[in-house]
């Protein structure tokens, strides 16, 4: 596997509170991605970032936010956590661009909001 | 936006038979179309990729297609084996605009033994 990890793996918390998670990768890859995969609806993508502090809203952004303050960690906040954030979160790492366009995904983490 | 349909949503299949799963896009500007299988609890992971200037790639028992007017592309799977049971997603991609992927809802692919 790529070297792309994530924390935590697990989490349980209550609606209103707020969450981060964190994408942490070695492989010095400008392209970080936040999708969230759910039963029958696939992976879809929350934000993206194409460098250091450059993001952008993906398909499915209304209630998270992402920070990129070093190229090895993309973060992702829900600031106020409801329960229809209930999922499973990838990140995902790419060099797309160059010899390698795949996406190399990270453990996930699964996330219950009670 | 980039639409992705895959069909079918589940495919049972016999050890040994053939498997195809079928995707359409919608986006033009979508140039690298991947294919991740994903077992039980476990990451997606590439299988095989097509660039849109192929129109066929194949690699061991696994093959994609691209009809790039027609905007599908498929993947076949031969002589299947039980440890072909998983997740299979198509996705979209447009390389050049930061390699933002759009992804199909799935296939469960289950080979009986």
């Known amino acids: 596997d790529a070297g792309i990890t994530q924390s935590p793996r697990h989490k349980v918390t209550e609606t209103g509170t707020p969450v981060t998670l964190r994408c942490h990768q070695t492989?010095?890859?400008?392209?970080m991605y936040w999708y969230r995969q759910d039963p029958g609806h696939g992976l879809r993508l929350i934000h993206y970032?194409?460098?250091?502090?450059?993001?952008d809203k993906g398909e499915v952004s209304d209630g998270y936010s992402v920070s990129r303050s070093k190229t090895e960690d993309f973060l992702l906040t829900l600031e106020s956590a409801t329960s229809s954030q209930t999922s499973v979160y990838f990140c995902?790492?790419?060099?797309?661009?160059?010899?390698?366009?795949?996406?190399?995904f990270g453990p996930g983490t699964r996330l219950t909001v009670l | 936006g980039e639409n992705v349909e895959q069909h079918p949503s589940t495919l049972s299949v016999q050890e040994g038979d053939s498997a195809v799963i079928k995707c359409t896009y919608s986006?033009?500007?979508?140039?690298?179309f991947p294919w991740y299988k994903q077992e039980l609890g476990k990451r997606p992971q590439l299988i095989i990729d097509?660039?849109?200037?192929?129109g066929e790639k194949k690699d061991q028992r696994i093959a994609v297609t691209l009809n790039k007017t027609a905007k599908h592309f498929s993947l076949h799977i031969t002589e299947t084996q039980p440890e072909d049971s998983a997740v299979y997603f198509c996705a979209a991609t447009n390389r050049t605009n930061a390699g933002k992927s759009t992804f199909g809802d799935g296939t469960t692919l289950t080979v009986k033994p």
């Open positions: 986006d033009s500007a979508s140039n690298y």
């Open positions: 492989e010095n890859h400008r392209y």
């Open positions: 995902a790492i790419s060099g797309v661009g160059g010899a390698n366009n795949e996406q190399f």
């Open positions: 097509i660039r849109s200037n192929v």
């Open positions: 970032s194409y460098g250091v502090k450059d993001t």
